[in-house]
């Protein structure tokens, strides 16, 4: 008989058993969190960042962030929401208890909903109730799905931990589960995932993970790549210099973004209408114009002369470059690019680079603010800043670009193409560098030729050729006469001829400062008008005439 009962008996017992245990250990009975859906979840995602950006807006400093703070309740108070659309008696203290306890409820099984929970550790929990009726019994389960989630502003990844029905849990079987799907559809669950992510997110099967990357969402999200490279940019900035801060806490998520270390609300460099560069014609002017400190520069070389450009000009000329060809000089409004932001309530706004020199150090400059389109009042100001190195290539003036700083924040060289990238595709920026094209084929226009270029204290310095057939102290006497010959001039101001006179008698003097005398007198010319520049150059031009020495010659140049 205990033969009989081990062969017989066990068996049947085992196969009733196995059910069993299986129906014992998804069985559970859940209770809906009422207390989590007590919100009216009117409350949406857009509307909470819209209220941060607001504030954020109206007051800032370096110390300020942006903040979404999602609790629990409001979580739960848009599912809430979700669910009345198909049941609106659901929750309702008025209606029948199958209006009430279900958010769907048909003959074999009933949906009680879903509820969120935010759990230390950056854990997502997401748990389902569901009953089930089978010939007046309700059969009780529920399903937890538990997700870790790590995000920054490259990629956000969402992996699963736990799969439980009831108190059984299923994680482990991923695998099995994969190879049965494979088997019915003919696809796995990987390729399936997939196709719904439409290439925004890619899903890892044996880690169970789904991979959100930030920069692929952002470009989709918006069509327009200049609009996209902007974001990028504000994006790696957040990146590199550690902004964003993601945590949860029992019941609620947080993610700050420390926006306002990015301030920099110093007045940015703007041209009036009449400062811009019409044409071309204006343009090689002001070239020639620049030629005067090429014979002051003769006085104290000992290799070559040189013309010096001021960031005021190199800015025009920047301006100038950057400016839509279709759009004149008083309709240019100085704008590169413009974004709109949460059903344009925001306005992304980043205007044509600046150029400051100072201390030896050339910096790129571009402006760009965060406003209110209601209310520009509200906004956010900053400057981002690229320190460059100019260099000559060829015929081409580059300005290479090095490093990125925004307020108090810096970016390395590596993204700099996401923050040109934004500025579009004029041909003026050519691997991370600002291009001015044919450069030198400007200056010979103006009679010049090329030799090297540097930053000298707050000028960029340009050498130019001269001819070394002629000697040096030659040139050097007739520019000397040049200058007797042009000083004093009733129709020069008197700063002019005042440090006209400092030059001359700086070099007569065995104790004097050349060099510095000269360095003042092109802060003097600086100060005057194109025409009024391109009116001394033609004097000294002139004055050339009655030395022994042809201007033309001394460049070894073609007129």
Do not use: C
Not at 179 to 185: G, L, N, R
Not at 506 to 526: E, F, K, W, Y
């Amino acid at each position: 008989m205990k033969f009989l009962f081990k062969v017989i008996v066990i068996p049947i017992l085992s196969i009733i058993a196995i059910p069993a245990i299986f129906l014992a250990l998804t069985y559970k009975d859940v209770a809906i969190p009422i207390d989590d859906f007590q919100g009216d979840g009117t409350v949406t995602l857009t509307s909470m960042i819209s209220d941060e950006v607001d504030t954020f807006l109206d007051t800032n400093d370096v110390d300020s962030t942006v903040g979404l703070h999602l609790t629990q309740q409001d979580a739960n108070g848009m599912l809430k929401t979700a669910f009345l659309s198909q049941n609106p008696n659901y929750l309702s203290d008025t209606a029948t208890d199958d209006e009430k306890n279900y958010v769907m409820k048909e003959d074999l099984y009933g949906y009680q909903g879903s509820w969120i929970r935010f759990k230390d550790e950056n854990i997502v929990e997401i748990e389902s109730g569901i009953h089930v009726f089978v010939s007046g019994f309700t059969y009780k389960t529920a399903v937890l799905l538990s997700f870790t989630l790590s995000a920054d502003t490259e990629e956000i990844v969402l992996t699963l931990d736990k799969l439980n029905i009831g108190s059984l849990p299923l994680a482990w079987t991923f695998g099995t589960a994969d190879w049965a799907v494979k088997q019915i559809t003919g696809k796995d669950i990987q390729e399936m995932i997939d196709g719904q992510l439409n290439g925004l997110a890619t899903f890892d099967a044996d880690k169970r993970e789904i991979i959100l990357d930030v920069e692929t969402l952002v470009t989709n999200s918006l069509q327009d790549e200049q609009s996209a490279a902007l974001l990028n940019s504000l994006m790696q900035f957040i990146s590199q210099n550690d902004l964003l801060d993601i945590s949860f806490t029992d019941g609620e998520f947080s993610v700050d973004l420390a926006l306002g270390k990015l301030k920099d609300d110093a007045a940015p460099f703007m041209l009036t209408t009449a400062e811009k560069i019409v044409d071309d014609a204006q343009l090689q002017s002001i070239m020639e114009s620049k030629a005067s400190s090429l014979i002051f520069s003769t006085l104290t070389t000992t290799d070559y002369p040189f013309i010096e450009f001021k960031q005021y000009n190199l800015s025009r000329m920047f301006e100038y470059f950057m400016r839509d060809p279709l759009v004149s000089a008083a309709d240019s409004d100085g704008i590169i690019h413009q974004t709109m932001m949460f059903e344009d309530a925001y306005r992304i706004t980043a205007y044509i680079p600046y150029v400051t020199i100072v201390d030896g150090v050339f910096k790129v400059n571009i402006p760009m603010w965060i406003e209110d389109v209601a209310d520009p009042l509200k906004n956010f100001k900053t400057i981002i800043k690229i320190t460059a190195t100019p260099e000559l290539n060829g015929s081409d003036l580059r300005i290479v670009l090095n490093e990125l700083n925004a307020g108090e924040v810096s970016l390395s060289q590596e993204h700099i193409a996401n923050v040109l990238s934004m500025l579009g595709d004029d041909g003026l920026i050519v691997d991370g560098a600002f291009v001015i094209a044919g450069f030198d084929e400007q200056m010979s226009q103006a009679g010049m030729g090329l030799q090297s270029v540097s930053v000298v204290g707050n000028r960029l310095r340009i050498f130019v050729e001269l001819n070394d057939t002629i000697a040096l102290g030659d040139i050097q006497d007739a520019v000397n006469d040049v200058l007797d010959a042009v000083v004093d001039n009733p129709d020069y101001s008197p700063e002019l001829n005042t440090a006209l006179n400092d030059v001359i008698d700086s070099l007569a003097n065995p104790t004097g400062d050349p060099q510095a005398a000269i360095d003042d007198l092109l802060d003097v010319m600086d100060e005057l008008t194109d025409e009024e520049q391109a009116e001394v150059y033609q004097d000294l031009i002139d004055a050339f005439g009655d030395t022994d020495i042809d201007y033309e010659d001394m460049l070894g140049l073609l007129p």
